[in-house]
């Protein structure tokens, strides 16, 4: 509220210039202080926060090619492109084990990103909006839960905003009465590789890919429309970057041997993963629940796609070369495209995952900031401020109090399974609980294969034992649910392995003994319970039998 305070303050004072002048300079002090405080409360907690489980089994898969010589999809099953496994291998290779590894890596990131995502700002736009628009991006997504953080789709945000960039550089110099020189001709190459690169993180990036190289076209037509020699040029230089990256990361499966595993998984196996429905038949509440987690900022959108739709047709007439009005009116095209692309792969190709709507409210806020930045001094502006500023006042206070009551704790150098939980703001696993289960173990002299984590949510045993998983099917329970085909192959290949214990989840795995109450788990076999974790000494023989006679698949 001190920045709106003080922001209406500067617009009143335009009456004398070095009265205007100091308070812009008080509204942007104010707007660096508060940036300070919120670093400085949140990063020490934020580094210390537990890592989800789809993080975890990236993390698995990075341990199973660097510390068991094993190689990818082969001995660690994915349903995914390589991308995240690379990104863990490269990051695990240079800095150890440690989970404050990851999360460092997310921030930089993430500051990287939001670096990237502010210099979208129009041109001309004040410091002191610069600094409001870094503050409201990253309040945002240090509000976020841990099942946002590390995670693919945002990871993938920060080379597509780099390509962008290439595009929106490109687009100017087609526009332009000159001829190409070598930098025209680098661009889309490199352009084409941000694309390949963010595509082998998830390939769902190349419906806005397509957005943004559609929109460039129209504009340059609009205004060179004898160019379509050039624009054709320009495609093929795109995609033979695209196919640069694609060499690149396919000459890496054939090396490790990862090839053949990979293609039969891509175009075999995952044929069931494209179509299985995670939320049970329960869309309606997975995404009642996501609305609320993200509420309000979930409410933006409503203001931001409009606002994109409008900016592809009311963007301004470009013109030939390198005006600001003319790069006005590229940004704006441009930003947009890439933003409604987002929201139609992600609608129409991905689930109902809570990390996957980051970058649509990353992307969402950049748009209503720069529409606040262009914006003249009014009731317009002020609006939108309020609607930005709404979800950092709603949202901020409970993980700011929780963080500051675990501060302290942050700075000790030993892992707190105590400390994971207090600053867990999702609270899909118990790491207490887990705590007691990897002792339990621990006294049993657990060796390489010899537990099974049934439920994904459990997977963490595996580097806290430090012990290999028993088969490549790392998340177990969900292959075998997906992959209904490949059920019999799944179970000949566990059946091979010197399994001695079972780890389930009460809440998360479904039991057959009462299919309405998630706590009527088997006491049969049951040796030790730790809250939400059960632990059963089965082994391999056994393993199906029991599965199929007490767990739903």
């Not at 597509?160 to 009465?177: F, T, V, Y």
């Not at 809570?354 to 950049?366: A, E, N, S």
């Not at 003249?376 to 930005?388: K, Q």
Request: with cysteine; aromatic share 12%.
């Amino acid at each position: 509220m001190a920045i709106v305070v003080c922001n209406r303050l500067a617009e009143q004072s335009a009456e004398s210039n070095p009265v205007r002048e100091r308070h812009g300079a008080a509204v942007r002090w104010m707007t660096q202080g508060l940036l300070l405080i919120l670093l400085a409360i949140h990063l020490p907690a934020f580094v210390r926060m537990p890592l989800d489980c789809d993080v975890t089994h990236y993390d698995l898969c990075a341990r199973t090619v660097l510390m068991y010589d094993g190689v990818l999809y082969r001995d660690a099953l994915d349903t995914n492109l390589p991308g995240m496994p690379w990104l863990h291998m490269m990051l695990r290779s240079v800095a150890g084990w440690s989970p404050e590894v990851l999360r460092l890596a997310d921030l930089a990131v993430v500051g990287l990103l939001i670096f990237a995502l502010v210099r979208w700002l129009p041109e001309g736009c004040s410091a002191t909006d610069r600094w409001l628009t870094v503050w409201i991006l990253a309040a945002f997504y240090l509000s976020t839960s841990e099942w946002c953080h590390v995670q693919r789709d945002v990871w993938m945000l920060l080379p597509c905003m780099l390509a962008l960039r290439c595009r929106r550089r490109q687009i100017l110099a087609l526009c332009q009465s000159a001829s190409f020189d070598r930098r025209n001709l680098i661009r889309p190459v490199v352009e084409g590789l941000l694309w390949g690169t963010a595509f082998w993180i998830k390939p769902f990036v190349a419906v806005p890919a397509l957005f943004c190289w559609s929109i460039g076209v129209w504009k340059v037509l609009r205004v060179q429309p004898m160019r379509r020699r050039r624009i054709v040029g320009d495609a093929f230089l795109l995609i033979f970057g695209g196919m640069l990256a694609g060499a690149a990361g396919s000459a890496w499966l054939i090396a490790t041997g990862a090839w053949p595993t990979f293609w039969e998984i891509m175009w075999v196996w995952n044929r069931q993963y494209v179509t299985h429905d995670f939320s049970d038949n329960e869309g309606p509440m997975l995404a009642l629940g996501l609305f609320v987690r993200f509420f309000p900022w979930m409410l933006l959108p409503a203001l931001a796609i409009p606002l994109a739709c409008r900016s592809l047709y009311d963007s301004g007439n470009p013109t030939e070369g390198q005006n600001s009005k003319n790069v006005e009116a590229v940004d704006r095209a441009l930003l947009a495209a890439l933003y409604l692309g987002w929201i139609v792969q992600v609608v129409a190709l991905q689930h109902l995952f809570d990390y996957v709507y980051v970058p649509i409210l990353f992307l969402t806020l950049i748009l209503l900031c720069r529409r606040y930045a262009l914006e003249p001094p009014g009731t317009g502006r002020t609006v939108i401020l309020a609607c930005l500023l709404l979800g950092v006042v709603l949202r901020l206070p409970a993980p700011t109090l929780q963080r500051l009551a675990a501060w302290p704790l942050c700075w000790q150098r030993t892992e707190s399974a105590e400390l994971l939980d207090r600053l867990s703001v999702f609270q899909r696993m118990n790491w207490t609980d887990l705590e007691r289960v990897e002792e339990f173990l621990l006294e049993r002299k657990i060796r390489d294969g010899e537990v099974v984590c049934w439920a994904p949510r459990a997977n963490p045993l595996y580097a806290a034992l430090n012990v290999r998983p028993p088969s490549r099917y790392l998340l177990m329970h969900l292959n075998l649910r997906v992959f209904a085909r490949q059920r019999e192959q799944i179970w000949t290949e566990i059946q091979r392995c010197p399994v001695r214990f079972v780890v389930c989840d009460i809440y998360f795995d479904k039991w057959k003994a009462d299919g309405a109450n998630s706590k009527s788990f088997p006491q049969d076999r049951l040796v030790f319970q730790a809250g939400r974790y059960v632990v059963y000494a089965i082994d391999a023989a056994c393993l199906r039998d029991w599965v199929e006679t007490n767990l739903e698949l």
